[in-house]
């Protein structure tokens, strides 16, 4: 339903804002606007989208826990996607989520509302449990010496 409700009301805004900015500076001005915006937003995008990967590169080399990255990723991206988009109000939010302050109140905001219900990771080395999916089994090596050459036999020649 807020998907729907978006869709209708974010256009008219941008329609509503093209018609009272392009009465009061002209249209050609506007459309200038418009596309420097759009310039000017296509670098901020790239330069925060390169610091948010090597965030992220960072938090992955250190085993730290990832989500305020991918957030921050997840973010820019959605602003690069409202920059290009022509318009002075969808260039407000997408200028808006360019700035680390808006982007972590954002995520604290989201982080909020949801709810995880669990998450755990297992060490490398650390003995698994138990459970219905748990199928076990022998196995032994063979020396390579006493490897046999040529075909296996469970496939046709």
């Not at 009272?20 to 790239?46: D, H, K, N, Y």
């Not at 948010?52 to 080399?61: H, I, K």
């Given at each position: 339903m ?5 869709f209708?009301l ?8 093209f018609?009272?900015?392009g009465g009061v500076?002209g ?10 915006t ?9 330069a ?6 090597s965030q ?21 991206l959605?602003?690069?996607v409202?920059?290009l988009?022509p318009g ?8 808006a ?23 755990s990771?297992t ?9 219905p999916t748990?199928i076990e089994?022998d196995y ?7 490897t046999?050459?040529?075909p296996?036999?469970?496939?046709r020649?």
């Amino acid at each position: 339903m807020w998907l729907l409700i978006a869709f209708i009301l974010v256009p008219l805004i941008e329609i509503g804002l093209f018609i009272q900015v392009g009465g009061v500076i002209g249209l050609w001005p506007t459309l200038l606007i418009v596309l420097l915006t759009a310039v000017l937003g296509t670098w901020l995008v790239r330069a925060q989208g390169a610091l948010a990967m090597s965030q992220l590169r960072g938090s992955f080399s250190q085993q730290t826990d990832p989500t305020e990255p991918l957030a921050h990723g997840a973010m820019i991206l959605i602003a690069g996607v409202l920059l290009l988009t022509p318009g002075f109000f969808t260039d407000a939010l997408g200028f808006a989520l360019l700035t680390p302050p808006f982007r972590r109140a954002a995520f604290a905001y989201l982080r909020k509302r949801v709810n995880v219900q669990s998450f755990s990771t297992t060490p490398q080395g650390a003995p698994r449990t138990r459970g219905p999916t748990t199928i076990e089994g022998d196995y032994h090596e063979i020396p390579p010496e006493d490897t046999p050459r040529g075909p296996s036999g469970w496939t046709r020649d």
